[in-house]
Every structure is written in structure tokens, then in C-alpha cells.
């Protein structure tokens, strides 16, 4: 018992364990600046994170099954945010794909309003990254993107769109190169959240 990552005593001896113990206050973090804005909105934070996902990504990633992989809840949670979002005329329903059954959301002209008002909820955050100089981002940013990969090859996060594990990606001996763009990929060109990303089989 007295061998966790969250033993003051045990963190000491553990670099990686004071990774893990800082993370979890980072993870905290989001959570507050998200619970602050969604007080502010009258909104819940799944309801804020898919209003700023379905703003910033295609159509065929916005809907029920995607979202609840997305945000790791079930299709219910999704279902009821999507619910409350479409009373509040915030979200269309987009019935056009061959399952009658199914849909995708795209955002209301209100919607959109109030997007571009829920943005800035993790800017106190960006402000302290932006205290660290380049070389530093550069290692932190490298660190982070593998992290989120090797977690996703673990099926702990059920979706990632980095680099590492897209069908363009390929890894030389002393580079990273995308088939896509056709270019060696420098540290800081290596993207977590790819438009164009593929998954590779």
C-alpha cells in the first residue's frame, strides 16, 4: 500500500512516479477551468468539450459512437449531452447517412456564437506553457505525443490521431517522414490531432 505513485515518501525515490503525481494535478486543472466556464455558460463540461470538438473537426467524427469513444463515456452520457444541446438549439442533427438511425451534429449558428466564447477556457493554462522556452516545449511536446500513443497502443485512450499511429507515418533511422505531406517530420511538425490522419492496420 505504501508503494504508490501518490506515497509523498515512495514519489522520492521514483522520477516517473513524480511524472505520474504531476500529471494527475495537471488533469486537475483542466477540470476546474472546465467546471468554471460551464458554470458560466449554464452548460455541462462533456456539453462544452463536444461543442469545442464538433467546431473543430469533420462531420464523420461527430456522432454518438465517435463522441462516447472520444471522451471515454458511454453512448447514454453522449446521447443525453447531444439531447440538452439540441433543446438549447445549440446543435443540427444531420440524418443523411445511409443508417436512418444514425446522425451527425454540426453546430447551430447559435451554437457557433457560443463556441467562439468557450475556447479560452484552458488559456491560463497556455499562458504558463508559453513561459517555457522553445528547446523545452520542443522535449515536452515530444515526451507528450509518444505518452499519448503508447497509452493508445495500451487501449487506455481508445482514440489518438498523432502521427505515430497513422497510415502516412513513417519512421527512418534518424527521422520522422509523412507519405502524406511527402516531409521529413521535425519534432515540432509531429501533430497529436491530425485532420488527415488515418489509422494504420
Known amino acids: 500500500m505504501d508503494n504508490n505513485v501518490f506515497n509523498p515518501e515512495h514519489q522520492q525515490k521514483h522520477i516517473s512516479n513524480k511524472i505520474v503525481s504531476g500529471l494527475e494535478r495537471i488533469s486537475e486543472v483542466f477540470k476546474i477551468l472546465l467546471w468554471e466556464k460551464a458554470k458560466l455558460v ?10 469545442i470538438f464538433v467546431a473543430n473537426h469533420k462531420q464523420e467524427l461527430c456522432n454518438v459512437s465517435h463522441l462516447a469513444k472520444e471522451f471515454n463515456v458511454t453512448k447514454p452520457t453522449i446521447s443525453d449531452a447531444i439531447k440538452t444541446l439540441d433543446k438549447k438549439q445549440l446543435i ?50 515530444k515526451t507528450l505525443s509518444e505518452l499519448i500513443y503508447k497509452l493508445n497502443q495500451k487501449g487506455i485512450l481508445t482514440v489518438q490521431r498523432t502521427c505515430f499511429g497513422c497510415k502516412f507515418y513513417q519512421k527512418n533511422d534518424t527521422s520522422d517522414y509523412c507519405n502524406l505531406l ?20
Open 42 to 51: 449554464g452548460l455541462s463540461p462533456i456539453q462544452i468539450q463536444i461543442l
Open 92 to 141: 443540427l442533427k444531420d440524418y443523411s447517412s445511409s443508417d436512418s438511425r444514425s446522425y451527425s451534429i454540426h453546430l447551430s449558428q447559435l451554437g457557433k456564437q457560443l463556441a467562439s466564447k468557450i475556447y479560452d477556457f484552458a488559456t491560463p493554462l497556455k499562458h504558463q506553457v508559453d513561459k517555457f522556452n522553445q528547446s523545452e516545449l520542443e522535449a515536452m511536446f
Open 182 to 201: 511527402e516531409k521529413e517530420l521535425l519534432n515540432k511538425d509531429l501533430r497529436l490531432d491530425c485532420p488527415e490522419y488515418i489509422e494504420r492496420m
